[in-house]
């Protein structure tokens, strides 16, 4: 394990492309060493929305905190962006960021991590939500999937009145604020186990008597029976407006961010649209765990509360996701290749298995 910690940035880069130059074979690279001091659990809007398998950002950090690789003003993209670690990074290290994600909320939880708002503005219209809140809402609860299934009756009632003051809010970027602190509160006030990332409903006897966690799940389960929804939101709420405008103290005004497309396959066509006549410096991404995460899954609750999807919907989703656990056998019969010769032998003996 290469021993950094005293060593610059450039100097780290130099000396693992030397180490790789003489032996070409893969070197092990502890991020977590390499940049032992930066506080990412406060630092700007890492912490805004939980998402499953975030990239650790002490990668992108060091990747994009030297002069080696890209300069200020670069272009860096990140064709899988998922919740947006790269491109709040990028933006943190001056440069400008685009990224490219399947998931919808993936998409709007980068885009308000990486949108600089107005603070004044945001915590009077803040104030305002909150006073739009009612005790019973207007119109019917969203219809998705087992809804009464992961939330107790008076949860559901508040968080509709809550959707319902939220979808008053005038001023888009603000409104998309609201809607990930409203997402990431749905998750939180619902049966799903808290300690998995795909909702599984917690119940007191999946544990036996003796179990240490068997106490723990009973007593958050008697919590969400008389969890008031509103101070829930209103803390979560309140710590996103100290992350955004921590976000919005150290930010430069010079570089922006942008989710270009919702395919990675599409990223060349989608960049020349919205950035003509610049080419991209540099790439920095971590592909989806193929069939290790269940990326719509996780994100399920969310997107079923925000109106991005029903069970039908949520299978399109699902469809679009890389290494999912369920394929036809029409989407696998006809071989299809990359042009990279050691990932096509892998991909022509998996084929020859299936037939």
Request: proline residues 5%.
């Amino acid at each position: 394990m290469l021993d950094s910690v005293n060593l610059g940035f450039d100097d780290v880069l130099y000396s693992l492309f030397d180490k790789y130059a003489k032996n070409k074979k893969p070197i092990s690279v502890d991020f977590r060493k390499i940049v032992p001091d930066v506080a990412f659990g406060s630092r700007a809007t890492h912490l805004i929305h939980t998402y499953p398998a975030k990239l650790l950002p002490h990668i992108p950090y060091f990747f994009l905190n030297n002069n080696f690789l890209s300069q200020p003003g670069d272009n860096v993209l990140d064709p899988f962006c998922g919740s947006g670690t790269v491109l709040l990074e990028a933006l943190l290290a001056e440069r400008n960021a685009f990224g490219a994600d399947s998931n919808p909320l993936a998409r709007l939880i980068t885009r308000v991590k990486t949108t600089s708002l107005d603070i004044d503005i945001l915590k009077r219209s803040s104030s305002r939500l909150l006073s739009r809140i009612k005790e019973t809402p207007s119109y019917p609860t969203p219809d998705f999937n087992n809804i009464e299934y992961w939330f107790y009756p008076h949860v559901i009632r508040k968080l509709a009145a809550i959707k319902e003051a939220i979808d008053q809010t005038r001023n888009k970027e603000i409104k998309d604020f609201f809607l990930v602190c409203f997402s990431n509160c749905t998750k939180k006030v619902s049966l799903a186990d808290p300690r998995l990332s795909v909702p599984v409903r917690l119940r007191k006897e999946q544990y036996s008597s003796d179990h240490i966690l068997r106490a723990v799940s009973a007593k958050h389960l008697r919590r969400l029976k008389r969890i008031n929804v509103n101070n829930e939101f209103i803390k979560i709420l309140n710590t996103n407006i100290k992350r955004l405008q921590s976000f919005t103290c150290i930010q430069t005004s010079n570089v922006r961010a942008s989710i270009i497309s919702k395919d990675a396959r599409t990223i060349n066509s989608s960049l020349s649209r919205v950035h003509r006549n610049q080419d991209l410096d540099l790439i920095i991404t971590s592909p989806p765990y193929a069939g290790a995460q269940k990326y719509i899954r996780s994100s399920s609750l969310g997107m079923g509360w925000l109106g991005m999807c029903d069970e039908k919907s949520l299978k399109f989703y699902e469809n679009l996701s890389i290494g999912r656990e369920h394929y036809r056998k029409s989407e696998y019969c006809e071989l299809v290749t990359t042009g990279l010769s050691n990932a096509d032998n892998m991909l022509k003996m998996i084929h020859k298995k299936m037939d």
